[in-house]
């Protein structure tokens, strides 16, 4: 494959915000990561992807993160992190591997009170500027609620945009899971919060991981291990988190929309202070 790919990973509407700062300060100083050959989006960093993916310049969707006045309309989604945790504890409990993990995780997922899918896909519409599929590489994970299986989504799927990124952001338990061809779907998350190992081939790497190294879920591989996956496949790999004034604007909750701001703001500021190398 060669070329560049930009891995962009989940973290609720906090880490869309985030992240889209983040990639407007690095291009404001001159290391704009967007043109990638090949972008990998997950959850939230499906979001982004698609975003970016459309053409619209990054000031502006960075305006429609940090101006409330252009924020698009969200879900509040209240969460018990408590019970959550718990939850997912108990769904898991005798899970003997990852893929097990998956349908475990999955059955709790269909099985969870939510809104109705046809509101949650409003939500995801209105964030995407561009509704049809771009010109460019773009790969967007979501796993089937039952079998556990990871699909990759892109242009190719015949599969809707807006669906592809709804399907990816449908966290378990927290928004219903979509329903493609007969399938139901949730948060590629449930892999793994970036899927970096899907740009394997690509000769230079940047993974941006708004959770950092210590996802909330069971992964298939801890994420270091992934990127030294890469590296030991001929890649050049460099890997951004959130830094403490990131961490303190995303806050304990994600998915609420008023992170929107303060994640926006901190994330284009460490952006722009921030000079990229591969290893």
Known sequence: MGGQALVLGGGGVAGIAWTTGL????AGHGQDLTGADLLVGTSAGSVVA???A???PLDELY?????????TPEIPAEIDFEKFAADFGGAVTGATDPADVRRAVGKLALAAETVSEADRRAVIEARLPVHEWPAQRLVIVAVDAETGEPRRFDRESGVPLVDAVAASCAVPGVWPPVTIDGRQYVDGGVRSAENADYATGATRVTVVS????DAPLPMEK???EVLEDLRA???KVTLITPDEPSQAAIGENPLDPATRTPAAEAGRAQGAALTLSWS
Request: hydrophobic share 50%; glycine share 14%; aromatic share 0%.
């Open 54 to 56: 459309s053409g619209r």
């Open 23 to 26: 990639l407007a300060g690095l």
């Open 50 to 52: 698609a975003q970016v």
């Open 210 to 213: 708004p959770l950092g190294v």
């Open 233 to 235: 496949a001929g890649a």
């Open 222 to 224: 801890p994420l270091l």
């Open 63 to 71: 305006a429609c993160q940090a101006d409330p006045a252009r924020q």
